[in-house]
């Protein structure tokens, strides 16, 4: 009896385990303005797997530049807006997280943190399964090289 419970609890843990892994994704955000992997390479792209019904980006700023000076986010929007949505977020400086208030092109955004800080920016699936999105930080001229494809496959 107690061995048969042990299995099933074994099967339930390594289930939820992999059932976490295959929806979210950790970024990891540099002093170099670069976003890597958790093996410190480039992020070209992001694969969401289609059955997640949220996807989670995380996302641990690695460097010791403040938020100020150096600060990270994660916004997901269509490829077309990046460019409208770093616009205004200039204009709504570091107190408005460099984001435009209730922008509806907007389909997610994280806070924006400084070195040693971690955020995460849930993304509903349903939403960007048409294709066409990308991630990025909206920190003025951040989005230049912190900018990579969100897939959904
Ligand atoms: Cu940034």
Excluded at 89 to 109: C, Q, S
């Amino acid at each position: 009896m107690l061995k048969k419970g042990l299995l099933v609890s074994a099967l339930f843990l390594s289930g939820a385990f992999a059932a976490a892994a295959d929806c979210s994704f950790d970024l990891k955000g540099t002093d170099a303005m670069t976003y890597t992997d958790a093996a410190g390479k480039p992020v070209p792209e992001i694969v969401v797997p289609a059955s997640c019904a949220d996807f989670t980006i995380n996302m641990e700023h690695v460097g010791k530049m403040p938020k100020t000076a150096m600060g990270h986010n994660v916004v997901v929007a269509k490829s077309g807006d990046v460019k409208a949505i770093t616009a205004a977020g200039v204009k709504a400086g570091v107190k408005g997280d460099y984001l435009p208030a209730g922008d509806a092109k907007i389909v997610a955004a994280s806070k924006m943190v400084g070195g040693g800080e971690k955020t995460s920016v849930k993304v509903p699936v349903a939403k960007i399964k048409e294709g066409g999105y990308n991630f990025f930080c909206s920190f003025p001229g951040h989005e230049m090289k912190m900018n990579g494809k969100l897939t959904v496959k």
